[in-house]
C-alpha cells in the first residue's frame, strides 16, 4: 500500500516535469500537451489521496502488528474484528446511470 502512494506521487512529479517541459515556445499543441500533463498529475494526487483516504484503518491496523512484531514482543491478545466495505465505482456509476434511464 505504501508503495503504490509512493508510486502516484513519483508519477504526479514525473507529470509535472513534462508539463514544464511545454512552456518556450507556447504554440497551441504545446499548450494543450501541458494541460494534459497538469491533468495527469492532478490525477494521479487525486488518486494517492483516495487511496490514503481508503486504507487509512488497514495502515492503522497493520502497523500495530509490524511494531510487535520489530520489537520482537509476542502479545496473546487478539485485535478486534475489523469489518469494512469496499464499493465498487464501476458499480456505483452503473446503478446512477440505470436510475437515470427509468423514468
Known amino acids: 500500500m505504501r508503495?503504490?502512494?509512493?508510486?502516484c506521487l513519483w508519477k504526479s512529479r514525473w507529470w509535472q516535469v513534462r508539463a514544464k517541459e511545454y512552456v518556450e515556445p507556447a504554440s497551441h499543441l504545446d499548450?494543450?500537451?501541458a494541460a494534459y500533463a497538469w491533468e495527469q498529475s492532478l490525477a494521479e494526487q487525486d488518486r494517492a489521496l483516495r487511496w490514503a483516504t481508503q486504507w487509512s484503518t488497514i495502515r492503522e491496523r497493520a502497523a500495530s502488528v509490524v511494531k510487535g512484531l520489530v520489537t520482537g514482543v509476542e502479545t496473546h491478545t487478539?485485535?478486534?474484528e475489523l469489518v469494512m466495505e469496499i464499493e465498487d465505482e464501476e458499480e456505483e456509476e452503473e446503478?446512477?446511470?440505470?436510475?437515470?434511464a427509468d423514468p
Open 3 to 7: 508503495r503504490s502512494l509512493e508510486s
Open 95 to 100: 446503478e446512477e446511470e440505470n436510475e437515470e
Open 31 to 33: 499548450e494543450g500537451a
Open 78 to 80: 487478539a485485535l478486534p
